[in-house]
């Protein structure tokens, strides 16, 4: 029966494929609701009957809906992401500009949340009930139920304000040397920090939980095996694939996070790119940005799956 | 949001402080966002401040905002927009959910199994991302705004409305009406529906906290509620130059959407367990 987990993979992926799909229809037609005529709303003032004709027909507006769709399909699948309709650039150079920054704010708060997360869901896990548990899951519950922003605004007043560690608002232009470079990175990778490593705590203790009703570790305890030795040799092992599972899940937040907290502290990433494309309408920016960040979330979550499918031992056999 | 109030006075006596407490403060908001504008203390449009960001004083609760207009007036206005859209879209979002997770599990076959994967594939886009698309092609209206949320919220309420009723479609008593040869509308109505209300409640809750937090997201990004008409979000990001003098118009906004998804997150949590899962 070794084939099933290979089947189980390839029919995982099947289904990311037609997702992304599905997702880059739902993209594309959102912008077909566009209310008025795009070549007219480009022109503004030098609408003519013939520039508005001649614009069509140099953005291929004039074939059907559906023969665009497939054009735009190909030309994402090639690279060729189409021009901004606001200042006349490849959508691929606006982007990739961008694109280092991001990752480069997602992978700095993946490699502090993880941990952190981490350690406290293994040991709020542990000391379930306790007051520890109390004051970490009530925590959770505050920074789960209020929006991002909030967060941003509280790191903003506790670390800027009050305590004058860190500049309140970043500016990029403004980076001189490692020290700058780090005290302009802080608030926001802190702020995402918190919106990221409270869900996957939460996931965390939750698997770690699960796995200690086990009847082996009913067995581990019984034999008289110390708590810590339980808990690291007896639970963890078996709750690899729940937890490895809830990280990814939890990166997929990192998604939501990024467009406020690029936002509010006017970093330079592909998140406060897409949102001023929103403001002046850029239709083809805003649907390259969606579709990479719909593709990076699709993957995460992809990964979760996979992760969870390799995880289980029942169908490795 | 009235079924919940309704069911926890019926089961009042078992509810703890806690929830009696978050109950409170939701009806609070609940009542500001029916009369809030008649009771603020000075016109929520009015500049009546000449200093801006000004400091909590007798004459203004919470201070004033970037213009000297009071914040605490705007705050009893905001939420009417913030609690009135997200109940709207949470109930279209819900009703489409759950009207279409029956029928999904009482008819099954290539209906349910066509549904699911395609409402999957919406579920999967992010709902910032679902957001900014849409206002960026149809712009940001509050008709735009509740349905957008709706259509963002449906997907969820219909998967966890399918699993109740793919489990209650499994029942005894749905195989009996089914051979006495009843109807599919009748079982959905009949026999599904009043077995499925009590968590679709509790998750109406949920969802409703979820909308609250993107409505925010969205006016804070400058895409949801416009001026001069704002939510609570859109008094967040007005005022966000005060940030550095850490003024109270900022602060106050983001602790009026805390204090009320919190609540309503407390008061599931305690509601009694005869409510909230009973499947």
């Known amino acids: 029966m070794s084939g099933q987990i290979p089947l189980l993979i390839v029919g995982r992926l099947a289904i990311a494929a037609v997702t992304l799909l599905i997702i880059s229809f739902a993209v594309f037609a959102a912008a077909q609701m566009l209310p008025g005529d795009v070549a007219e709303i480009l022109l503004g003032q030098a609408a003519t009957p013939q520039a508005v004709a001649d614009l069509r027909a140099a953005m291929d507006l004039d074939s059907p809906a559906l023969l665009r769709y497939a054009n735009w399909l190909a030309g994402l699948a090639t690279g060729d992401f189409g021009m901004s309709y606001v200042n006349r650039m490849p959508v691929a150079e606006l982007i990739s500009g961008r694109l280092a920054n991001t990752l480069l704010l997602a992978a700095t708060t993946t490699l502090i949340a993880v941990p952190v997360a981490l350690l406290l869901g293994i040991t709020t896990a542990m000391n379930q009930g306790s007051l520890y548990d109390r004051v970490i899951t009530t925590g959770i519950i505050s920074v789960i139920s209020v929006p991002e922003f909030m967060i941003a605004t509280l790191a903003v007043l506790i670390f800027a304000v009050w305590l004058k560690w860190l500049p309140a608002l970043s500016l990029a232009n403004e980076i001189h040397g490692l020290g700058d470079l780090l005290r302009v990175f802080a608030m926001p990778v802190i702020t995402l920090s918190f919106v990221i490593s409270a869900q996957m705590i939460r996931m965390t203790r939750a698997a770690v939980i699960e796995t200690l009703k086990m009847p082996f570790i009913e067995m581990a305890v019984l034999k008289g095996a110390s708590r810590g030795r339980i808990v690291l040799r007896h639970a963890l092992p078996n709750a690899i694939g729940p937890i490895a599972n809830a990280v990814a899940l939890s990166l997929s937040y990192l998604l939501g996070g990024v467009i406020i907290v690029e936002t509010i502290f006017n970093y330079p990433g592909v998140a406060k790119l897409m949102v001023d494309a929103v403001s002046t309408r850029d239709l083809p920016l805003i649907q390259s940005c969606a579709m990479l960040f719909c593709f990076g979330f699709l993957i995460l979550t992809t990964c979760a799956d996979v992760i969870a499918i390799l995880a289980n031992p029942r169908l490795r056999t | ?279």
């Not at chain 2, 801006?52 to 919470?62: D, T």
């Not at chain 2, 709902?127 to 705004?145: E, N």
């Not at chain 2, 599904?192 to 609250?212: H, Y």
Request: proline residues 6%.
């Open chain 2, 1 to 279: 949001m009235t079924n919940q109030i309704r069911g926890t006075s019926r089961f009042g006596l078992r509810m703890n402080a806690v929830g009696i407490a978050a109950l409170l403060i939701m009806l609070f908001w609940a009542i500001m966002a029916l009369i809030g504008p008649m009771l603020a203390p000075h016109p929520p449009g009015d500049i009546i401040d000449f200093d801006y960001f000004g400091p909590i004083s007798a004459e203004l609760w919470l201070g004033s905002d970037y213009l000297g207009r009071d914040i605490f007036s705007r705050i009893l206005l905001g939420a009417r927009y913030t609690v009135g859209i997200s109940l709207g879209a949470v109930c279209i979002a819900c009703f489409s959910g759950v009207v279409l997770g029956m029928t999904a599990a009482a008819i099954g076959g290539w209906f349910d199994s066509a549904l699911s994967r395609f409402l999957d594939a919406l579920n999967s886009i992010p709902s910032k991302l679902f957001g900014l698309v849409v206002v960026a092609a149809v712009g940001s209206s509050i008709p735009v705004l509740v349905i957008l949320l709706a259509v963002i919220y449906t997907p969820g309420a219909y998967r966890f409305a399918r699993a109740l009723s793919v489990n209650a479609n499994a029942m005894d008593y749905i195989a009996v009406a089914r051979a006495r040869g009843e109807r599919t509308l009748y079982i959905i109505v009949q026999e599904i529906l009043p077995n499925i209300t009590g968590p679709v409640l509790a998750d109406l809750g949920l969802r409703f906290v979820f909308i609250v937090l993107l409505l925010s997201g969205l006016s804070f990004l400058g895409l949801g509620v416009q001026p001069p008409e704002a939510d609570w979000g859109s008094l967040v990001r007005e005022n966000l130059g005060g940030l550095p003098f850490a003024a109270p118009a900022v602060i106050a906004p983001c602790f009026a959407i805390a204090s009320l998804t919190i609540s309503v997150n407390l008061l599931i949590d305690n509601l009694p367990v005869r409510i909230r899962d009973r499947s």
